[in-house]
């Protein structure tokens, strides 16, 4: 079952846009299956129920004000529950450009088309990295760490769009910084102190930095014939910057004919 909720108002004052939207959405997801199982050599017959119930809840807030076509400035926050602990996690998004080519200094210029900076600042949750490990199933559950975080990605960049001669030049600039918070990893424990002989915890954080740089360029541009240019370069670096230790060397074992089939 899927419900969603959006209420949008804008209003114009002089020369500020301004843009509001609420949103609101709740998914509720439901799985039964009963499995017959019967054995004429054993003379034995066995049934089994299995249920899975998921509810998701999402508060979303966006508001935009743009300022005589110069200055933008954006915001949003995404409110979830995480349903492993219960708790709403707020993920907030800000963003401003700047659109230097409609400044009064380049208002009339011919060469340059468009000239604009950008910055942004984002957080995501990775709710998906969970899958259907984190239900409780009546049967054959899968193990769970109840003091497990939602992974959250806090990505920030810096950018330069621009536009040169009608617009036979044009490119960007991009500077990032991604950090990876909490993510998340299997390991093995001790079998029997859990539904499974293994189970996913958080383990650190991981940064991810670098700079993407693209040219593009028309050498000729005629009726029947052209030819365009593309140019591109990026550099990035992966770093582990935190690794958690309460979980090394644990000591796992393993239960014959598999775990959950008893």
Avoid at 75 to 84: G, Q
Avoid at 216 to 245: C, F, P, R
């Amino acid at each position: 079952v899927f419900f969603r909720s959006d209420i949008q108002y804008s209003q114009l004052f002089e020369q500020i846009n301004s843009r509001f939207m609420l949103s609101y959405s709740r998914t509720y997801f439901k799985r039964q299956s009963e499995t017959h199982y019967s054995s004429i050599i054993y003379n034995e017959e066995s049934e089994s129920d299995a249920s899975e119930i998921s509810t998701t809840g999402h508060n979303f807030l966006n508001a935009g004000i743009n300022i005589s076509d110069r200055y933008v400035f954006k915001i949003s926050a995404d409110i979830s529950k995480f349903s492993l602990n219960g708790k709403n996690e707020i993920m907030p998004k800000i963003g401003f450009k700047w659109k230097i080519n409609n400044e009064r200094f380049l208002k009339n210029n011919r060469l340059i088309n468009e000239l604009s900076i950008g910055l942004n600042y984002n957080v995501y949750g990775d709710i998906g990295a969970f899958g259907s490990n984190q239900q409780y199933q009546q049967t054959s559950p899968s193990g769970i760490d109840p003091s497990l975080k939602l992974p959250k990605t806090l990505s920030q960049n810096a950018g330069i769009l621009y536009s040169v001669n009608n617009p036979r030049f044009t490119g960007n600039i991009n500077f990032y910084r991604r950090l990876q918070k909490d993510f998340i990893s299997p390991i093995f424990i001790p079998s029997g102190t859990n539904f499974n002989n293994f189970i996913y915890v958080n383990m650190g954080e991981i940064e991810n930095k670098g700079v993407e740089l693209m040219l593009n360029t028309i050498v000729i541009s005629k009726e029947n014939v052209s030819w365009a240019l593309n140019l591109g370069y990026s550099y990035n670096k992966n770093t582990i910057l935190k690794t958690t230790d309460d979980h090394v060397d644990l000591i796992s074992g393993v239960i014959a004919g598999g775990v959950g089939n008893t």
